[in-house]
């Protein structure tokens, strides 16, 4: 399936549009202005249907220009309730801690978006949640970005009922004018840190829920198995390839190893990347990036060590490729990021 394509395929659940009509609607603006020239039918928002990535798009690029908010992403997390998630939304509430809740929400966030993946790990006492673009260059990327982000960190605070102080957004670019809206509204924001992602004390996912049901979890997890069968979702090829470089960190495969894993040739495996606009050395240059940020961020560990870790065989080839990347060296963004305030 080619970029373009991906627009044009279902994406995401109807109830985010509904809800956000009627955010709109609460400011004055009608269902019907705001889904003039978006291509969604009144009647696709009462059948439970799905919305394309570009339908969303268009309802986003509306939403912008009626309220003259660029930052409308940031709005609509913030006024995002679990239900909104529909019957995830109910397994997450089952869950018994926090960590059980987003090994959910991560585990099935392919059944409420098919264009953004979200993986949980933990290291150096920090749980982290990667975010992965599969349409970067779908239109107004940064609002469904900021729109996935703070729910994600809303259904955090809602589910353990507190404010979470440790808890952190992480954004790959600079600051955008539009933040200074919501600095306050927000959990606490990072930006130029070359990640995106969410980043929680790992203590806070030992946090019990108060609603937790064993049985319940238990019943609503098979039927996210079963509604993913039903979609056929998990079958991208992009998302099983970043899923193999992270799980091979330091020792990428080639791709002849990748095509094995993957069950096809590697002239398979380049012609399905080509039609998407990608190579593989691409997606491991990618992913060799997004695990040098991270170790950088371990303070017991030394550069050269780093180095070694991820495959350079001098010091210095790391810190040219991180020059390159992110405009500083290892050390510089190390001390940013650990010792300045969000």
């Known amino acids: 399936m080619s970029r373009t394509q991906k627009l044009y395929k279902d994406d995401i659940p109807v109830d985010y549009a ?12 009608s269902r019907e202005h705001a889904l003039a020239g978006t291509g969604i039918q009144p009647a696709q928002l009462q059948d439970q249907s799905r919305l394309t990535t570009h339908q969303d798009a268009m309802l986003l690029t509306h939403a912008v220009r ?25 397994g997450l509430m089952s869950c018994a801690t926090l960590r059980e809740a987003l090994e ?21 006492g920090f749980a982290e949640l ?16 900021d729109r996935l982000l703070t729910m994600t960190t809303r259904l955090c605070e809602q589910l353990t009922q ?3 102080p440790g808890m952190e957004i992480w954004h790959k670019d600079s600051e955008p004018l539009h933040f200074m809206r919501y600095r306050k509204r927000i959990v606490a924001t990072r930006f130029d840190t070359g990640l995106c992602q969410i980043r929680i004390p790992s203590a806070d ?12 979890y238990r019943h609503i997890k098979s039927q996210c198995e079963r509604e993913r069968a039903r979609l056929r979702r998990s079958d991208d090829l992009v998302v099983r390839i970043t899923d193999l470089l992270q799980r091979r960190e330091g020792d990428y495969p080639g791709i002849e190893e990748a095509a094995a894993v993957l069950c096809m040739s590697s002239r398979t495996l380049k012609r399905k990347l080509q039609r998407l606009s990608l190579n593989y050395r691409c997606l491991v240059d990618d992913a060799r990036k997004d695990a040098v940020l991270r170790e950088v961020l371990n303070p017991t560990l030394r550069f050269d060590e780093i180095a070694v870790r991820m495959g350079y065989s001098d010091p210095a080839n790391l810190t040219r490729a991180f020059r390159r990347w992110m405009g500083e060296s290892p050390s510089q963004y190390r001390m940013r990021l650990l010792t300045s305030g969000a």
């Open 205 to 216: 996912l030992d946090i019990p829920l108060a609603d937790a049901s064993p049985s319940t």
């Open 66 to 90: 009626l309220t003259r908010d660029p930052g409308i992403g940031y709005q609509i997390g913030l006024h995002s309730t679990l239900t909104w998630h529909g019957l995830l939304g109910y």
């Open 18 to 29: 509904v809800a956000l009509l009627q955010l709109l609607e609460q400011q004055g603006i």
């Open 104 to 124: 959910l929400w991560t585990g099935f966030l392919d059944l409420r978006t098919t264009t953004f993946t979200m993986q949980l790990s933990e290291r150096d």
């Open 130 to 145: 990667r975010v992965h673009d599969l349409a970067p260059r779908a239109p107004m990327r940064i609002c469904a970005v």
């Open 162 to 164: 507190r404010l979470l």
